[in-house]
């Protein structure tokens, strides 16, 4: 018989993914580290239908399964489905009309099911929970949705609001991990739903365990509190580029830019330089602009020319500015590896031209087939450079770390022997 959590909270983990297998193999490892109910999250529903559900229950018979079905019209029937393939608890939208609410609500009743309503994209979250707990809802789901969160939207305080204004047990999702769980309890939470966080994880166990002991213990390491900037920061230093591209839909690379050398990696805002033939001027005044952690962009209209070299990139290392991308040429690249200063170009030419001052400082320019404005994010290792638009920063970074978590875990799968090609069931979801 399972032990009773000491504070009674429940720890819920959304299996959102497309094969069932992996949701099975993960629910299996996350209820060894302590997790109370599994949730075939919509994803997997959508894949594999109410097949996914049966599956769950007949896989954990003792576990309570939770369908998320997002319900929007049809309360009753979707009800019934998800009850007779073995949910114990259903999940619909509280953006549905009060009839599909009332309509679900009898049907849990007649089925022995418990009814819990999403309150994700509601207008006015506190007056919505209020409503549906006077219509009968078992739940209330607090819920800040994936691409809300990448770009900062924060779970906890809608959730702090609504359980101020309600008795009704509560539910929270969104981007929940070891620290915000402990926070969600203590502002009233009753099920912690936690995805990515225990199913991206190469150790679901483990991440698991860590959660659970957030919720039960409430006792966590924390970070200092940072700026958007240093977050950003942060989140761009543990993702490579590939990351950033899958993040951004292979947008935002800089085509034909490569590094001098191996083993770099860099990160910083774009200081941007538009030069001409032959003119290291502005490439060299650039350097008393940027700051410490600054990137300096340039696009030069030449490949026969460099408008950059060794003595420029000894400045930008004693200034501390974070490293140099050129659509263009570059010289004196065995000094420039023996120093190991962050240097990305096109080519890679012995002469160099003269400092004739035309060009532009911090103005919009196109390097390697993008459009590179000032501020905007230059990520750039082994494999290439690429630039996110500094107003998407958080999301792509969040967005990437979120593309790193899924490798992580597909990684792991593949060291216990599958495939790739057999961990992504890439054969059912070829493109008909």
Not at 78 to 103: C, P
Request: charge should be negative.
């Amino acid at each position: 018989m399972k032990k009773k959590r000491r504070d009674g909270k429940i720890l819920q983990v959304a299996l959102d993914m497309l094969e069932l297998d992996r949701a099975i193999e993960i629910g299996r490892e996350s209820l060894e580290g302590g997790a109370d109910w599994l949730e075939a999250g919509t994803p997997l529903i959508k894949s594999e239908g109410m097949h996914a559900v049966r599956t769950l229950r007949d896989s954990f018979p003792d576990v309570k399964i939770v369908a998320d079905m997002k319900t929007m019209d049809t309360g009753a029937i979707e009800l019934e489905m998800a009850a007779k393939s073995g949910a114990s608890v259903v999940s619909i939208l509280a953006v549905a009309d009060n009839a599909t609410i009332k309509e679900a609500i009898e049907s849990a009743h007649k089925y022995g099911v418990a009814l819990m309503v999403d309150i994700i994209n509601t207008e006015d979250p506190v007056s919505r929970a209020k409503e549906l707990q006077d219509l009968g809802a078992d739940y209330v789901c607090v819920h800040v949705g994936i691409d809300q969160q990448m770009q900062g939207m924060d779970t906890l305080s809608i959730l702090e609001k609504v359980a101020g204004a309600v008795s009704i047990p509560l539910a929270v999702a969104g981007g929940m991990d070891a620290a915000s769980v402990s926070d969600a309890v203590n502002f009233g939470a009753d099920i912690i739903i936690v995805g990515g966080n225990i199913t991206r994880s190469a150790q679901v166990k483990e991440s698991t365990k860590k959660i659970r002991d957030g919720i039960d213990k409430g006792v966590v390491e924390r970070l200092e509190k940072r700026t958007l900037d240093e977050d950003i920061f942060e989140l761009f230093m543990q993702v490579s580029t590939p990351n950033i591209s899958d993040a951004m839909h292979r947008k935002g690379v800089l085509r034909g830019i490569k590094p001098l050398f191996e083993g770099i990696k860099l990160v910083g805002k774009a200081v941007t330089v538009q030069t001409f033939e032959g003119d290291w001027a502005k490439p060299v005044e650039a350097t008393d602009v940027a700051k410490a952690g600054d990137v300096i962009v340039v696009y030069a209209g030449a490949k026969d020319v460099a408008p950059w070299g060794e003595l420029a990139s000894w400045s930008c290392k004693q200034k501390g500015i974070a490293g140099f991308v050129i659509d263009g040429a570059v010289r004196d690249v065995d000094e420039i590896r023996r120093l190991r200063f962050p240097v990305f170009a096109k080519y890679i030419v012995p002469n160099a031209g003269e400092p004739k001052g035309f060009g532009e400082l911090n103005t919009e320019i196109k390097c390697g087939g993008e459009t590179v404005k000032p501020g905007d994010w230059i990520i750039g290792d082994d494999n290439g450079v690429v630039v996110v638009p500094k107003a998407r920063a958080y999301e792509m970074a969040r967005r990437a770390k979120e593309v790193w978590k899924t490798e992580e875990r597909i990684r792991e799968e593949i060291k216990r022997g599958k495939t790739l090609s057999q961990v992504l069931d890439l054969y059912k979801w070829e493109k008909k």
